[in-house]
């Protein structure tokens, strides 16, 4: 059958459900005239009248209700099987890819897609942690996290944490034959535990900031990682000085297995962001995972 008759009949069935050409054509969005020839074409190529007309109503012939009870109920089973099938497309499925870095993964992301995936079961989330800034587009994920300082201006970013400080932690045991550092310059002459990065095989370089003055310091040691907890575990040994969130020293610190230094050169930092790019037309499982990141105050 041709779109055309289709057309036709859709037309025969609003006309006669509501027995009304004006109420038709308004709920077809076509104008009256158009509506009116439709249907003087469908009964011209059936040779039946469809509809009997008077100046105050419109109402079906024999012809016309036998086939309205025939072919309406058929596309009434077409209109509700579309309808499922866009509540398909509306419904949360998919992969959503994430890269990070560890310490934004452990923190905040995976704690929040856990309870989302639970919530969620067609929902699948692949995150990668790496401490490159890494080509999202390029490499085709969906989102990436990093600080707030490290998204590019064209990304829409979304705050997922708060602001938080660093902390240049060490044994005590480190300490008993070893000045404690009072300014950042001082690194340069003890042994620190270096993060390594994948762009270039270099390391991450410390940063500092007090008042107005800002420093990177390029520290040495003879321990390098590119894991923030095993970092940890050999500051904890006393292979050294460490750099981390304070969040994972805490406490270490309050315990006593740790020291803290140079906490005057590390005032709060931008918490991290989910970001994404702007052009993207967010599916309903990405706009969920947005949303269970979202930080609230």
């Not at 340069?188 to 270099?202: A, D, M, Q």
């Not at 008042?211 to 500051?235: S, W």
């Not at 006593?256 to 702007?278: E, F, K, Q």
Request: hydrophobic share 40%; with cysteine; proline share 6%.
């Amino acid at each position: 059958m041709r779109r055309g008759n289709v057309n036709d009949l859709l037309g025969f069935i609003a006309v006669a459900r509501e027995q009304s050409f004006t109420k038709a054509a308004a709920k077809l969005g076509v104008s009256q005239s158009a509506l009116s020839y439709t249907i003087r074409t469908l009964e011209a190529r059936l040779g039946l009248r469809l509809l009997t007309r008077t100046t105050r109503s419109v109402s079906p012939t024999e012809a016309g209700e036998r086939l309205l009870q025939s072919i309406g109920p058929r596309f009434d089973e077409i209109e509700s099987e579309i309808s499922a099938l866009s509540e398909l497309r509306d419904k949360p499925a998919g992969t959503v890819r994430i890269t990070t870095v560890e310490h934004a993964a452990e923190t905040f992301l995976w704690p929040a897609m856990a309870r989302l995936m639970v919530e969620y079961p067609d929902i699948n989330i692949e995150i990668n942690t790496d401490y490159g800034l890494t080509d999202i587009v390029a490499e085709r994920y969906d989102a990436g996290v990093r600080l707030g300082e490290q998204v590019d201006k064209d990304m829409i970013a979304v705050r997922i944490g708060p602001d938080f400080r660093i902390a240049v932690v060490a044994a005590p045991s480190y300490f008993q034959s070893r000045r404690k550092p009072r300014t950042p310059q001082d690194l340069t002459e003890h042994v620190c535990i270096n993060l390594r990065l994948p762009t270039s095989g270099g390391f991450y370089a410390w940063e500092f900031r007090k008042g107005r003055r800002e420093l990177k310091v390029r520290v040495q040691g003879r321990a390098v990682f590119n894991a923030v907890t095993m970092m940890r575990g050999a500051a904890l040994e006393g292979f050294g000085l460490v750099y981390l969130p304070e969040d994972l020293v805490e406490a270490a610190i309050q315990e006593g297995r740790l020291v803290r230094v140079l906490a005057d050169w590390c005032p709060p930092r931008p918490g991290y962001h989910l970001y994404y790019p702007s052009r993207r037309q967010p599916s309903p499982a990405f706009a969920l995972v947005v949303d269970a990141l979202r930080h609230r105050t």
